[in-house]
């Protein structure tokens, strides 16, 4: 599955963007999606993950509240609604696939550039 994230911008503190990520391939509704951040001279940490049905979603405590992912499944499409946004929620942010079989997330997309100012 290819994947293709968009969406990002610059926003001030406070204010709302929606990721958008659109996988190419088969079987997109078989694939758990998960997006996660890698801000500037920091390592990539995960931000939420949804299951293939859309019935289970975990976030990082950081995000937690603020930041809501779903999927169409009709569309192959995840996306990561985000409000209250804060500076420190600056950084690329970068969605990924996986399996039910695979251990980690081989699939990845080529990351969109949110910037929080204050």
């Known amino acids: 599955v290819q994947l293709q994230a968009s969406g990002g911008g610059l926003v001030q503190a406070g204010g709302s963007l929606r990721l958008s990520c659109t996988a190419s391939g088969r079987a997109f509704s078989s694939y758990s999606l998960g997006w996660f951040r890698q801000a500037p001279g920091k390592q990539r940490e995960f931000v939420a993950t949804?299951?293939?049905?859309?019935?289970?979603?975990y976030y990082a405590d950081s995000v937690k509240g603020r930041f809501t992912i779903s999927r169409d499944n009709a569309k192959n499409t995840v996306y990561l609604q985000m409000v209250s946004l804060k500076p420190e929620d600056t950084a690329i942010y970068y969605c990924?696939?996986?399996?039910?079989?695979?251990?980690?997330?081989?699939?990845w997309g080529q990351g969109t550039q949110v910037t929080v100012s204050s």
């Open positions: 990924a696939a996986r399996r039910v079989s695979d251990s980690d997330y081989p699939y």
């Open positions: 949804i299951n293939s049905s859309g019935g289970y979603t």
